[in-house]
């Protein structure tokens, strides 16, 4: 090896060190010690039962997020709190811990040019219309694709599944309650419509009227899950901002699985910043991330 090899690769040895170093000091100062081990152990354990990629960067967020439930159960450290959830494949502890490191980012009608978009393959389909949004949260995505199904079909029996991993933000879905920040964006006209006012300590904050309620069925689903439950076909998957996540053999299984719950004609709207081109050949892109299924696109290109 040459000295300037030699030279950098003791500079990376030591920043490494340093960097180490630092995390130790951070983590004495605090009630927790969570060592690399925990840490690379915890980043194990959520990919293997949620898909989620933890990059290193991440540590900060778990520690802050699974001290506070290290805290409620009276714990010294987190060795102990992952020997529970290795103990026990079953344990209920497993869902307070994939809720605690589920990032939930969402708001109405986010990535505003999809709607449209869903409005006019709605109209186009000219039969009862079925959507699944894989990715719930708190409730803001399947309400925005409500709307836009009954502001484009009418009564015509559009009906939405609505799921997510965590328990806790499927219930604020279920409850339809919202702050004046959260419904900002939308126009009084929807307000009115689709919206009931609070009142008394509610003032401020509209909640989801019953009959939009009525058209989405919220439940927990699991993308890692080997059975999903799940017997119908849709019309249209929503599963955006989900996928950045997911590693990309994890990425492709879920998207292959996917494919046979579309009917003929059927869409999968993606995020704006995940490309599904180069990571399965199930679907192919439409555009304005937009994929159908690439059986669809070899049928058009025939006829």
Not at 71 to 83: E, G, K, P, V
Not at 114 to 132: C, I, M, Q, S
């Amino acid at each position: 090896m040459t000295p300037n090899r030699n030279a950098a690769s003791f500079a990376q040895g030591m920043a490494a060190a340093s960097a180490a170093s630092a995390a130790l000091r951070r983590d004495e100062s605090r009630d927790f010690l969570l060592t690399e081990r925990d840490f690379e152990k915890i980043r194990a354990l959520i990919h293997r039962r949620a898909g989620i990629s933890l990059g290193s960067h991440k540590r900060e967020m778990v520690y802050s997020r699974l001290a506070r439930r290290l805290r409620a159960l009276q714990l010294t450290d987190f060795a102990s709190y992952l020997a529970i959830l290795e103990a026990d494949d079953t344990s209920s502890e497993w869902e307070y811990f994939t809720n605690s490191l589920t990032t939930n980012l969402t708001s109405f009608f986010r990535e505003a040019h999809h709607f449209p978009l869903l409005a006019e393959h709605a109209k186009k389909t000219g039969r009862p219309y079925n959507v699944w949004c894989c990715a719930a949260s708190t409730g803001e995505e399947p309400y925005s694709i409500a709307i836009t199904l009954a502001e484009a079909l009418g009564d015509r029996g559009a009906t939405v599944l609505a799921t997510d991993i965590d328990t806790q933000v499927l219930a604020k879905a279920r409850a339809g309650v919202y702050t004046e920040e959260q419904i900002a964006r939308l126009s009084q006209e929807r307000l009115k419509r689709f919206f009931l006012k609070g009142t008394g300590q509610r003032a401020g904050a509209v909640k989801v009227k019953p009959e939009l309620a009525s058209t989405i069925a919220f439940e927990p689903l699991n993308l890692l899950a080997p059975d999903w439950g799940i017997r119908d076909r849709f019309d249209v998957i929503f599963c955006r901002n989900v996928m950045i996540y997911f590693d990309k053999p994890t990425q492709g299984r879920i998207l292959e699985r996917f494919a046979p719950l579309l009917k003929p004609g059927g869409l999968l709207f993606a995020g704006h910043s995940e490309n599904f081109s180069y990571v399965t050949r199930a679907f192919q892109l439409r555009g304005q991330t937009v994929y159908e299924l690439a059986s669809d696109a070899a049928r058009a290109g025939r006829a």
